[in-house]
């Protein structure tokens, strides 16, 4: 709109000296009119001085925006000055322009602080620098897992012991690297990962940090997890006994990768079998040791054999000095004897066992009195301790367990129980050992459905076949 007032401005004082000298012209062949001639000549010399200054204001003006627009000063004014309607569209329209300029420009630096708020507060380390290792940026992040203030250089980060500065330049784009560091005695190691970029003509290195100390000794954990696990797995039995008369299985799912729940079995060298399940308290490493210390006096014990009460005896006088003061173990030790189908039991604080009699058909406990291993003295577990008989006949089944089977709850926090447990072994009593262990345990399992087990499950079965 401005420049087309400006082209019709032009265009009509163009028109009108054009005309003031043909008239002009035709006045100069005609002498009369000389007074008329020196004055159009004057009408025709201010229309020329006229367009000149406007279309040099113009000229000023624009330059003027141009100026502004080059220094980027928005804030220069075009307000009206009253000197024509064409220039006060020209001002009208500079100032809307610059005015759009300094809208864009202040958004876009709401965005770049809003950036740098960002970039500041992000737990990931952020630095950015030039090729000669001058930093642009470092936030609060990276200064942190530097352990530094404010620097001016990468190279500022080398001391005696590490180089990092050095490291972080030899990073290219794409590569990543650990850099490992002490501070205060804490031990971290950084992930740095590089990428570049170009603001105008200068190269830059953008480098993220990150401490994956943990996850590395998380990493080195698992590892070691798994190596006590299989460890302790060796430390199970092998395989089921094979027995004359008797169908024997027991089965081990710790909750973590290690646990502190064991069996065994041990064969004697009358031709009798030890069967021994325990649970030791608490749960993962220091109850896997512990159950491995106990399993090794277990063995050492048996080599005296003698009566499940005096291995017990024994074996709790080894502990007593030895187990830190909040451990202790539970554990059901049975002697079986299948010449005359009894088996010696003693119960040392742990769950009672189950005994299903064919015939008559009836469910009973096997609960002679005991406390735990390494929690009393000699004498204090002695007395304490007793043993009980237990005559078997065909179509019987003995089921020792821990309390990670009765224990297990669902979502409704309802425990499994020992009522539910004795219900199902009678259901099942006809079926063998191994099949009648798993049918527990899916049931268990069923019962808590998404809820992970809480406590090691460890299982005897025992079951009379002649």
Same mark, same amino acid.
């Given at each position: 709109?401005?420049?087309?007032?400006?082209?019709?401005?032009?265009? &009509?004082?163009?028109?009108?000296?054009?005309?003031?000298?043909? &008239?002009?012209?035709?006045?100069?062949?005609?002498?009369?009119?000389?007074?008329?001639?020196?004055?159009?000549?004057?009408? &025709?010399?201010?229309?020329?001085?006229?367009?000149?200054?406007?279309?040099?204001?113009?000229?000023?003006?624009?330059?003027?925006?141009?100026?502004?627009?080059?220094?980027?000063?928005?804030?220069? #004014?075009?307000?009206?000055?009253?000197?024509?309607?064409?220039?006060?569209?020209?001002?009208?329209?500079?100032?809307?322009?610059?005015?759009?300029?300094?809208?864009?420009? #202040?958004?876009?630096?709401?965005?770049?602080?809003?950036?740098?708020?960002?970039?500041?507060?992000?737990?990931?380390?952020?630095?950015?620098?030039?090729?000669?290792?001058?930093?642009? !940026?470092?936030?609060?992040?990276?200064?942190?897992?530097?352990?530094?203030?404010?620097?001016?250089?990468?190279?500022?980060?080398?001391?005696?012991?590490?180089?990092?500065?050095?490291? !972080? !330049?030899?990073?290219?784009?794409?590569?990543?690297?650990?850099?490992? #560091?002490?501070?205060?005695?804490?031990?971290?190691?950084?992930?740095?990962?590089?990428?570049?970029?170009?603001?105008?003509?200068?190269?830059?290195?953008?480098?993220?940090?990150?401490?994956?100390?943990?996850?590395?000794?998380?990493?080195?954990?698992?590892?070691?997890?798994?190596?006590?696990?299989?460890?302790?797995?060796?430390?199970?039995?092998?395989?089921?006994?094979?027995?004359?008369?008797?169908?024997?299985?027991?089965?081990?799912?710790?909750?973590?990768?290690?646990?502190?729940?064991?069996?065994?079995?041990?064969?004697?060298?009358?031709?009798?079998?030890?069967?021994?399940?325990?649970?030791?308290?608490?749960?993962?490493?220091?109850?896997?040791?512990?159950?491995?210390?106990?399993?090794?006096?277990?063995?050492?014990?048996?080599?005296?054999?003698?009566?499940?009460?005096?291995?017990?005896?024994?074996?709790?006088?080894?502990?007593?000095?030895?187990?830190?003061?909040?451990?202790?173990?539970?554990?059901?030790?049975?002697?079986?004897?299948?010449?005359?189908?009894?088996?010696?039991?003693?119960?040392?604080?742990?769950?009672?066992?189950?005994?299903?009699?064919?015939?008559?058909?009836?469910?009973?406990?096997?609960?002679?009195?005991?406390?735990?291993?390494?929690?009393?003295?000699?004498?204090?577990?002695?007395?304490? !301790?007793?043993?009980?008989?237990?005559?078997?006949?065909?179509?019987?089944?003995?089921?020792?367990?821990?309390?990670?089977?009765?224990?297990?709850?669902?979502?409704?926090?309802?425990?499994?129980?020992?009522?539910?447990?004795?219900?199902?072994?009678?259901?099942?009593? #006809?079926?063998?050992?191994?099949?009648?262990?798993?049918?527990?345990?899916?049931?268990?399992?069923?019962?808590?459905?998404?809820?992970?087990?809480?406590?090691?499950?460890?299982?005897?079965?025992?079951?009379?076949?002649?």
């Amino acid at each position: 709109m401005a420049y087309n007032k400006f082209r019709i401005y032009v265009t &009509i004082q163009v028109v009108l000296i054009a005309v003031a000298v043909f &008239i002009a012209l035709y006045l100069y062949f005609r002498t009369e009119f000389i007074a008329t001639l020196f004055l159009i000549g004057a009408v &025709i010399l201010f229309q020329v001085i006229n367009l000149i200054r406007y279309v040099e204001k113009t000229n000023r003006e624009l330059n003027r925006f141009l100026q502004a627009m080059k220094h980027e000063d928005y804030s220069t #004014s075009f307000a009206a000055l009253k000197i024509g309607p064409t220039f006060d569209q020209l001002h009208k329209t500079f100032t809307d322009f610059t005015g759009q300029f300094l809208q864009i420009r #202040s958004e876009k630096e709401e965005s770049l602080r809003f950036l740098q708020t960002v970039v500041q507060h992000v737990g990931t380390g952020v630095i950015s620098f030039e090729p000669g290792g001058d930093i642009a !940026l470092m936030n609060a992040a990276a200064k942190r897992l530097l352990h530094i203030g404010d620097v001016k250089n990468i190279k500022k980060l080398n001391n005696d012991e590490h180089r990092t500065g050095d490291i !972080l !330049l030899r990073l290219r784009a794409g590569e990543t690297t650990l850099i490992p #560091s002490t501070f205060n005695n804490t031990r971290q190691t950084l992930a740095a990962y590089a990428t570049e970029y170009k603001l105008g003509d200068k190269k830059y290195t953008l480098v993220s940090l990150q401490n994956i100390q943990n996850e590395l000794e998380h990493e080195r954990m698992a590892k070691e997890l798994e190596i006590a696990r299989t460890i302790q797995k060796s430390l199970l039995p092998d395989e089921n006994p094979h027995i004359s008369g008797y169908r024997i299985s027991g089965v081990c799912i710790p909750a973590k990768e290690v646990g502190g729940d064991y069996y065994d079995f041990i064969h004697l060298p009358d031709g009798k079998l030890a069967l021994i399940i325990a649970d030791v308290s608490g749960k993962g490493i220091p109850s896997a040791f512990y159950m491995t210390l106990t399993k090794g006096m277990i063995q050492s014990q048996m080599l005296y054999t003698g009566s499940p009460k005096e291995i017990l005896i024994r074996v709790n006088n080894l502990l007593y000095g030895t187990i830190a003061e909040k451990f202790f173990v539970t554990m059901f030790f049975a002697i079986l004897d299948p010449a005359t189908r009894t088996m010696i039991c003693t119960r040392a604080g742990h769950n009672c066992a189950i005994h299903y009699r064919q015939a008559p058909a009836r469910m009973s406990l096997i609960r002679p009195d005991g406390i735990g291993l390494g929690l009393e003295r000699g004498d204090v577990f002695e007395n304490n !301790l007793q043993e009980h008989t237990l005559h078997l006949k065909r179509g019987d089944v003995v089921v020792f367990y821990t309390d990670g089977f009765t224990e297990a709850y669902n979502n409704d926090r309802v425990e499994y129980g020992e009522k539910k447990l004795m219900d199902l072994i009678q259901l099942n009593a #006809s079926v063998d050992p191994d099949e009648l262990i798993q049918k527990i345990t899916d049931d268990v399992r069923s019962f808590t459905g998404a809820n992970h087990r809480h406590d090691d499950m460890t299982m005897i079965a025992v079951k009379v076949t002649d």
